[in-house]
C-alpha cells in the first residue's frame, strides 16, 4: 500500500487555507497512487490559538463535508485532524474519510498532552479501527502513539497500521527520532506520523514527520519545513516482526 502526509505549518485559524491546502495535497497524493493522506494535529483550524474551543468544528460541518468530498473526488482516504465540538464538550479528534467521502472512522485523543489540552478538550474513551485496502488501520493522534500499551492493545486486536495527525514541538525531538520507529518495531505496525512544522505563537514544531514499516524502518521522513511524503509499505515479514507480545511475562 502506498501512504502519504501532509508536513505543514498550522493554518493559525485560517480554515479556508486549511482546506485548499488539504486540496492540493491529497490531489499530489492521489496522482502518485497513494490510498491514503494524512494531516496534521487539529489541522482544523490549527493547534495553538487562544480561542480554539470557539473555533471548533462539529463533524457534519462544511469544512469537514468540503473534504470528505475532496476525498472522493480524488478516490483517496484522507485523514483530517479537528478540534470537535460535541454536546457541549470540546474533543481534539480525528477522521478518515474514505475513498468514497464516507466516513470510515471517528477518533477522540485519549491521552491529552499537557494542562493547555487538559483544559480544553475532553479525552476520548475508545479507540477506533477499520479496513483500509488490505491493512487494519487505525487512528490515534499525536501523545497517544507514545504510549506502549495503547499501540499493543490495538495490535493485539489486529491493526496493522496506524494513522497519526500530531503536532510535536521542541524539545521532543526523540520522538520523531526514535520513540515513532520503536513503537512500530516492537508492536509489528506501521506509522503515519503527520507533523506540524514552523512557529505558532510560542511553539516551535520540530517536523520530522515520518512513515515507519512494521519492522521499525524509517520509509520516508520530512526535515523541519512544509513536505508531502509518500512510501510504499514492505510487505510483512514474519521473520522479522516483533513476538513482544506473545513472549511478555508479568513477574509478580
Known amino acids: 500500500m502506498r501512504l502519504a502526509l501532509l508536513q505543514?505549518?498550522?493554518?493559525?485559524?485560517?480554515?479556508?487555507?486549511?482546506?485548499?491546502?488539504?486540496?492540493?495535497?491529497l490531489a499530489a497524493a492521489a496522482a502518485q497512487g497513494a490510498?491514503?493522506?494524512?494531516?496534521?494535529?487539529?489541522?482544523?483550524?490549527?493547534?495553538?490559538?487562544?480561542?480554539?474551543?470557539?473555533?471548533?468544528?462539529?463533524?457534519?460541518?462544511?469544512?469537514?463535508r468540503r473534504l470528505a468530498e475532496a476525498a472522493r473526488r480524488h478516490a483517496t482516504a484522507l485523514v483530517v485532524g479537528f478540534a470537535e465540538r460535541a454536546a457541549g464538550r470540546i474533543h481534539n479528534s480525528a477522521v478518515c474519510f474514505g475513498a468514497d467521502g464516507s466516513c470510515l472512522a471517528h477518533y477522540r485523543k485519549v491521552q491529552l498532552y499537557g494542562p493547555r489540552e487538559k483544559a480544553i478538550y475532553t479525552p476520548g474513551e475508545a479507540f477506533a479501527s477499520f479496513a483500509l485496502g488490505s491493512e487494519n488501520a487505525a487512528l490515534l493522534i499525536c501523545y497517544d502513539v507514545e504510549f506502549a500499551p495503547h499501540v499493543k492493545t490495538l495490535a493485539d486486536r489486529g491493526v496493522t497500521l496506524l494513522l497519526v495527525p500530531t503536532a510535536n514541538m521542541a524539545p521532543f525531538t526523540h520522538v520523531v527520532r526514535h520513540t515513532v520507529p520503536a513503537m512500530a518495531a516492537n508492536h509489528g505496525v506501521s506509522i503515519v506520523y503527520a507533523n506540524l512544522c514552523g512557529q505558532e505563537g510560542e511553539l516551535s514544531y520540530v517536523g520530522g514527520s515520518l512513515i515507519a514499516g512494521p519492522h521499525g524502518e524509517i520509509l520516508a521522513q520530512a526535515g523541519e519545513t512544509r513536505a508531502l511524503l509518500v512510501a510504499d509499505l514492505p510487505p510483512r515479514d514474519p521473520a522479522r516482526l516483533s513476538t513482544q507480545s506473545a513472549d511478555l511475562r508479568q513477574p509478580a
Open 8 to 25: 505543514a505549518p498550522s493554518p493559525g485559524g485560517d480554515i479556508d487555507g486549511a482546506c485548499a491546502e488539504a486540496e492540493a495535497a
Open 35 to 64: 490510498a491514503a493522506l494524512v494531516l496534521p494535529e487539529t489541522f482544523l483550524p490549527g493547534y495553538n490559538l487562544p480561542d480554539i474551543a470557539a473555533r471548533a468544528l462539529t463533524p457534519d460541518s462544511a469544512p469537514l
